[in-house]
């Protein structure tokens, strides 16, 4: 009972680290319009609020093996700390949300070891470890899908990886909190059989969020001499062009609303914006093919207003001024306006991959 008690639990804070996207945003909005400049300061508090009480309850906890469990939870600061480091970025807003997650995730992680570690739970073996790490990283790649979903905020493949040293953490953490032992060198049928499917379905989850929000084509048009990667093809791009113009004509995307799904059309079409734009002062030729991209492929982006951007079609005096000043361009230009990769290779090639994958582990697991 006490088992099926932590799976219910687990899966309850799992299921609402993922289902929390929408929500995380707005609150985020709140938060800088209610205290601007202060946004990164109350999320390092808050982060720094729960460490420290972590520390404390671990502390409290440690009756035996203290040279151990200290050593876990000084290890698992460390692996928090280099990470915090390495992921450093200019933006303090976006170190301080990189920060919580380790919260986040190693909270999660915890509460699957704790269902690893209840009675009636086999002795402590790999799959102690394994079981857990492979779960949070499969709410981690549900985390991402849900945030692609969500306007305004970025799913990508890279942040699962990233939440990787999050979940050591936590593992070290959990394991300092209540050691494994004794420990098994071998583990058990059982434990080998749960090892197997916890690696399948977290690489399962994350191959499906690669196809959903990472796969793409290249879009190649000689006429205008560009080339750009896109989740679309040429043809769904010049049909959603004729359907947004015209839903757009009656209802224009003036807000955004954080409980709908994204308009990656729009999302896609802002990409070549901002790249035009930026490309204007210190590159015109770039500017210029970004500009024709956007007349072909995304022109009810460049002509509706919407809730990121007001109507950013060039007028024709600097339509006529770019061309003049721009030259001449012999080569093809590959737009890279895409702020997050996008990768070409066919879902056959990834499928097979995890199907090659799934065989392996299951029959080195097999075999232990």
């Known amino acids: 009972m006490r088992r099926f008690r932590a799976v219910l639990i687990a899966t309850a804070a799992s299921a609402a680290l993922v289902a929390a996207g929408p929500s995380i945003g707005e609150l985020r909005s709140w938060m800088r319009t209610a205290f ?91 799959a102690t470890l394994v079981v857990p790490a492979m779960a949070a990283l499969t709410v981690g790649a549900a985390d991402e899908a849900v945030q692609w979903f969500v306007p305004e905020r970025v799913g990508e493949y890279r942040d699962i990886f990233l939440n990787g040293t999050a979940i050591l953490a936590g593992l070290l953490w959990s394991a300092g909190l209540d050691p494994p032992l004794p420990f098994s060198p071998r583990p058990s049928l059982r434990s080998r059989r749960s090892m197997a499917v916890a690696v399948v379905l977290a690489a399962a989850a994350i191959a499906a969020f690669v196809q959903l929000a990472q796969l793409g084509d290249v879009v190649r048009d000689d006429e205008i001499g560009v080339a750009f990667v896109s989740r679309y093809s040429g043809d769904e791009l010049r049909a959603l062009s004729a359907e947004r113009a015209a839903r757009w004509a009656r209802q224009p995307p003036l807000e955004m609303r954080r409980y709908a799904r994204e308009d990656q059309y729009l999302a896609e079409g802002l990409w070549h914006v901002r790249a035009r734009n930026d490309a ?89």
């Open 280 to 368: 204007w002062e210190r590159a015109l030729e770039t500017a210029w093919r970004e500009n024709l991209i956007l007349e072909r492929y995304f022109a009810p982006v460049l002509d509706t207003p919407s809730y990121a951007a007001p109507i950013s079609r060039w007028p024709p005096e600097q339509r006529r001024d770019a061309d003049s000043r721009r030259g001449t361009a012999a080569e093809r230009f590959v737009s890279h306006a895409n702020p997050l990769a996008i990768h070409t290779f066919s879902p056959t090639v990834l499928w097979g991959a995890i199907l090659t994958l799934s065989a392996v582990v299951t029959f080195l697991l097999r075999k232990a």
């Open 36 to 126: 601007p400049g202060w946004f990164g300061v109350a999320v390092n508090g808050l982060a720094a609020a729960c460490l420290v009480s972590a520390i404390v309850a671990a502390l409290a906890r440690m009756r035996e093996r203290r040279g151990l469990r200290l050593g876990l939870i000084v290890a698992a600061l460390a692996v928090a700390a280099a990470s915090a480091a390495a992921m450093a970025s200019p933006s303090a807003a976006q170190n301080a949300v990189e920060r919580f997650h380790f919260i986040q995730y190693g909270l999660v992680t915890w509460l699957w070891y704790r269902v690893m570690r209840m009675p009636p739970a086999p002795a402590a073996d790999a």
